[in-house]
């Protein structure tokens, strides 16, 4: 009998109070790239009933208007009246925000292997990275029948139907809809591969007096499950739940305090793999924490694609002030084409880690930065904005694999 599991993953809409303060983040950053993209940013945002505090690490030489930034971005994701409990134009608007640590920029701005006789010698080697930690990227083929962009399909489909929730919105196709919401999809796996949807899951703000059973369940499975989830795991059978505490008037900063970089595991593979605890928003290319989790994902996202392996888990760690990772290794989940043992040797020998490298062929030094804050930074089809999706090696390495 083949062996049947169940896996589940989440994502939230850009109205989630940890993804506004995810956004504001993000926001800043890209108004600061915009003209100083040499800048070195790490912004953490606070949002709670009526106030947003804007707090970090933030060297530049140019100026932003971060609480005219703040009231932008709240509005625009649609909380502007005071009844959805939070409103962009009245909210209170904090900041604490120094410069970044001299101790930090000195490795940065000179790597270890530019102080020490080690290295390549090339320009990559004078740009160390921000920070130390572990980094890891994914993407696999679960069902070829079914264009994921090379995502686990429990996550994939889950901010498929976030993003949804967010479009009849403000559309107005479900127009008592408020800006927060939840999604949640379990999948049933056999011998590793999805089969079936089991359970999906909607938690969505809504204006008082709007009756689950009769309104809002009906509207969301025609307007947003019956639209987003493919037909190949479409079942009849599939369990429905929405707003399983029969209520969800009051949400958003009022409901909820939210903090940048707490949804990493909606932000990456929901779950699917490892994730070594660093958040992405607000933070510039120079933090490896993010730029390096960008690479992971566009190294194992071509092997993918190149038929090298059908699922794979890259693993990069770094030293802070170091440019070269300290460790970089691959999980094949037992599916490798090609010997296991030389694909480390391969992958190292295909892509660069080192964070300026990284940077330049990731061209990361743009204002993108506010469109990765919904939705998960992987498996969008925008791979100008999103080049870390970009299967461009592949071809290459299906070519090369063949001498392994």
């Known amino acids: 009998m083949p062996r049947r599991s169940l896996f589940t993953s989440e994502s939230v809409t850009e109205g989630h109070p940890d ?38 690490e933030i060297s530049t030489n140019t100026y932003v208007d971060v609480p005219s930034i703040v009231r932008r971005e709240v509005n625009s994701v649609g909380y502007t009246r005071a009844k959805f409990g939070f409103d962009g134009d009245t909210c209170g608007v904090l900041t604490a925000i120094q410069e970044q640590s001299p101790d930090i920029a000195l490795g940065v701005d000179t790597a270890y292997e530019a102080r020490e ?66 999604t949640q999809v379990s999948i049933v796996y056999e011998d590793g591969r999805p089969v079936a949807i089991d359970t ?13 059973e009769t309104l809002l369940k009906p509207d969301l499975y025609d307007h947003v499950v019956r639209t987003t989830v493919p037909e190949a795991l479409w ?12 209520r969800f008037e009051i949400g958003g900063p009022q409901a909820d305090t939210g903090l940048t970089g707490r949804k990493i595991i909606v932000d990456t593979y929901g779950g699917m793999c490892a994730h070594g605890g660093g958040a992405f928003s607000g933070k510039d290319p120079t933090k490896v924490d993010r730029s390096a989790a ?38 094949d989940r037992g599916t490798a084409k090609v010997d296991p043992q030389k694909l480390e040797i391969f992958v190292k020998d295909f892509f660069d880690f080192r964070p300026a490298a990284i940077i330049q062929n990731l061209d990361l030094r743009r204002p993108i930065y506010k469109a990765t804050s919904s939705y998960g930074h992987f498996g969008r089809p925008d791979k100008d904005t999103f080049t870390w999706e970009r299967m461009d090696r592949a071809e290459e390495i299906a070519a090369a694999a063949r001498d392994l």
């Open 19 to 56: 993804k506004l303060a995810d956004r504001i983040s993000d926001a800043v950053l890209d108004d600061i790239m915009a003209t100083d993209p040499m800048g070195r940013v790490a912004c953490e945002t606070l949002v709670t009933t009526g106030v947003v505090l804007v707090a970090g």
């Open 235 to 246: 079942s009849d059978g599939i369990r429905f739940l929405v707003n399983p505490t029969g």
């Open 200 to 212: 999906i899951l909607i938690s969505a703000q809504h204006q008082s007096e709007v009756d689950i």
């Open 117 to 182: 006789p080690v290295g390549d010698g090339d320009a990559f080697d004078r740009e160390g990275a921000g920070d130390q930690g572990m980094m890891f990227g994914y993407a696999c083929r679960e069902r070829p029948d079914i264009d994921t962009e090379l995502m686990p399909i429990p996550i994939w489909l889950a901010h498929r139907m976030a993003e949804r929730l967010a479009e009849v919105r403000k559309s107005g196709q479900i127009p008592y809809l408020r800006p927060d919401g939840k």
């Open 294 to 331: 960008y690479m992971a994902r566009y190294a194992a996202k071509n092997l993918v694609a190149s038929g090298v392996v059908d699922r794979c888990e890259v693993r990069i760690a770094y030293a802070i002030g170091v440019a070269h990772p300290v460790s970089v290794s691959v999980d």
